[in-house]
């Protein structure tokens, strides 16, 4: 069982950035792939990036495209969203997961762990 938890959300301004981490209870969050998805008020939970486990290959939602960086350092249990040139329609919870899979998983029902989610909101 691999307990995840995020923290770093906040308040920003239009353009500003923030980096969102999740930590992971056991070492075997190495091994897993891990996703960034984010939740708006009245919406369905989206998709925002992936990782693999190893940390060599991943990709992100069109919507978050050269904004947005996904990361993890597996020696700390922890994976890392960057999210620059932050706009009021990034304004969602974001929750971390992970998979045990050697694919890259975009949607959510391929997420067996899940944090509680960091809200992140974005003033205009």
């Known amino acids: 069982q691999v307990r995840l938890v995020e923290s770093g959300g906040g308040l920003v301004q239009a353009g500003g950035s923030l980096t969102l981490s999740c930590a992971a209870s056991e070492r075997t969050f190495g091994d897993k792939a891990m996703g960034w998805f984010r939740q708006a008020p009245g919406k369905e939970r989206e998709f925002v990036a992936a990782i693999n486990w190893s940390g060599d290959r991943s990709y992100r939602a069109d919507s978050v495209e050269g904004r947005f960086t996904i990361s993890r350092d597996n020696a700390k249990n922890t994976g890392f969203l960057q999210m620059n040139s932050l706009q009021p329609e990034d304004t969602a919870v974001y929750y971390c997961?992970?998979?045990?899979?050697?694919?890259?998983?975009?949607?959510?029902?391929?997420?067996?762990?899940w944090g509680q989610g960091t809200q992140v909101t974005v003033s205009s």
């Open positions: 997961a992970a998979a045990s899979v050697s694919y890259i998983p975009a949607a959510s029902q391929d997420y067996v762990y």
